[in-house]
């Protein structure tokens, strides 16, 4: 009977052990991150340990690779000035966007969220508050979500809110797990640079030349909205990138999603 005993309190050990460790893992932060573009290679996040897990939750950072495609991705977690421009230049271009907004954003620009449903944008959700999703429960998740969907709703008439993108690029399987049952895709990027520091703003050739020379198949690209380096280059960087035999498609034509190597 003692020796029974031993073996049942063994496996016990064993299972709580093995529970422990998928909890764990659920909870690992992950701070999105790749191996940049260079002449036109495809960037990488096949070293950066959780390329299998944004496969498994459908999360996106490419398009089809195979395609010289590009979609154009803003965050506006507040506004600095620079979005009425930045809308200017994408009416005149012609090219689609998706703007990823906080709850600062949108009590404060319900104007410029109207311009960009009403001028074809998609609308993304970029939590009400910006926290570091990871640190906080699922409802709490949730209610972040929810609530962003939920006024822009009320403000707008704009309901078809299904992309998503994490604060600080920071998930884990939970946040993955929570914001895809609500119906969200994750969008990350494969093309970005320190644009968000409004004290460090280097001139238009700068955001310009950050951009352009990491430009491969498939980019998905990440500037923010407080830029003014940003506002400035993207006529041009829209410009070039067309000449270079690229073509702006909005993220809801992505279909098929490739992870570079």
Same mark, same amino acid.
């Given at each position: 009977?003692?020796?029974w005993?031993?073996?049942?309190?063994?496996?016990?050990v064993? @299972?709580?052990?093995?529970? =422990? =460790?998928?909890?764990? +893992?659920? !909870?690992?932060?992950?701070?999105?991150? @790749?191996?940049?573009?260079?002449d036109?290679?495809?960037?990488?996040?096949?070293?950066?340990?959780f390329?299998?897990?944004?496969?498994?939750?459908?999360?996106?950072?490419?398009?089809?690779?195979?395609? &010289?495609e590009?979609?154009?991705?803003?965050? #506006?977690g507040? /506004? #600095?000035?620079?979005?009425?421009?930045i809308?200017?230049?994408?009416?005149?271009k012609k090219?689609?966007?998706?703007?990823?907004?906080?709850?600062?954003?949108?009590?404060g620009?319900? *104007? %410029? !969220?109207?311009?960009?449903?009403? +001028?074809?944008?998609?609308?993304?959700n970029?939590?009400?508050?910006?926290?570091?999703?990871t640190?906080?429960s699922?409802?709490?998740? &949730?209610?972040e979500l929810?609530?962003? &969907?939920?006024?822009?709703? #009320?403000?707008?008439?704009?309901? /078809?809110?299904? @992309?998503?993108r994490?604060?600080?690029?920071?998930?884990?399987?939970?946040? !993955?797990?929570?914001s895809r049952?609500?119906?969200?895709?994750?969008?990350? $990027?494969s093309?970005?640079?320190?644009? $968000?520091?409004? =004290?460090?703003q280097?001139?238009w050739k700068?955001?310009?030349? #950050?951009?352009?020379?990491? %430009?491969?198949?498939? =980019?998905?690209? %990440?500037?923010?909205?407080?830029?003014?380096?940003n506002a400035e280059a993207?006529?041009?960087?829209? *410009?070039?990138a067309?000449?270079?035999?690229? +073509?702006f498609?909005?993220? +809801?034509? %992505?279909?098929?999603?490739?992870?570079g190597?």
């Amino acid at each position: 009977m003692r020796r029974w005993s031993i073996v049942i309190f063994s496996a016990f050990v064993v @299972f709580l052990a093995s529970a =422990a =460790a998928v909890f764990a +893992e659920e !909870l690992r932060p992950y701070h999105f991150g @790749f191996k940049r573009s260079v002449d036109g290679r495809l960037p990488s996040i096949a070293q950066e340990g959780f390329r299998d897990l944004l496969q498994q939750y459908g999360a996106i950072f490419l398009g089809d690779t195979r395609k &010289k495609e590009l979609y154009l991705t803003f965050d #506006n977690g507040y /506004e #600095n000035g620079y979005t009425a421009r930045i809308l200017d230049v994408l009416k005149e271009k012609k090219v689609p966007a998706a703007f990823f907004v906080t709850g600062h954003y949108v009590n404060g620009q319900e *104007d %410029l !969220l109207r311009r960009m449903i009403n +001028e074809g944008h998609i609308v993304g959700n970029h939590s009400w508050s910006h926290p570091d999703m990871t640190r906080i429960s699922p409802g709490q998740i &949730k209610e972040e979500l929810e609530k962003v &969907k939920r006024e822009v709703a #009320n403000r707008t008439g704009y309901r /078809e809110m299904r @992309f998503m993108r994490p604060p600080r690029g920071i998930f884990n399987e939970r946040t !993955l797990a929570v914001s895809r049952e609500l119906g969200y895709t994750n969008v990350f $990027w494969s093309i970005a640079y320190k644009d $968000w520091d409004t =004290a460090r703003q280097m001139g238009w050739k700068y955001a310009y030349d #950050n951009v352009m020379r990491q %430009l491969h198949p498939g =980019a998905v690209i %990440l500037l923010h909205s407080v830029s003014r380096d940003n506002a400035e280059a993207l006529g041009k960087i829209i *410009d070039d990138a067309r000449s270079r035999g690229y +073509e702006f498609k909005s993220l +809801e034509q %992505l279909e098929r999603k490739e992870y570079g190597e």
